[in-house]
């Protein structure tokens, strides 16, 4: 089962660089600006939320090029999710034990 599970995760991380073939943005990454554009006015939830201040702001990282900043960014991502996961497994098993 694990090895699936890493097959699945490595072929979907091999295709993070598909998302530079557009200049649309991300799902669910959308600006002010972009709501305002294609909407035509900007939804009141989102008018009062402040940007983020996030490590690898537009998944680029300047001494890197466009598509290994997004491997990268994915890889870390995946780590992160990863772990999280991992010690909750083992979190929840130990107290079912």
């Known amino acids: 089962m694990k090895k699936r599970v890493y ?47 996030v490590p690898i702001k537009d998944y680029s990282i300047s001494s890197l090029g466009d598509i290994s900043s997004y491997y990268l960014s994915a890889i870390i991502g995946v ?7 991992y010690i909750l497994t083992k979190v929840f098993n130990a107290k079912n034990s």
Do not use: D
Not at 30 to 53: A, C, H, M, R, V
């Open 7 to 53: 097959i699945i995760l490595i072929i979907l991380t091999s295709l993070i660089p598909l998302g530079l073939l557009t200049n649309a943005p991300a799902w669910g990454e959308w600006s002010k600006e972009y709501y305002q554009k294609t909407l035509g006015f900007i939804p009141k939830g989102i008018e009062n939320t402040k940007e983020l201040n």
């Open 79 to 85: 780590v992160i999710i990863y772990i999280f996961f």
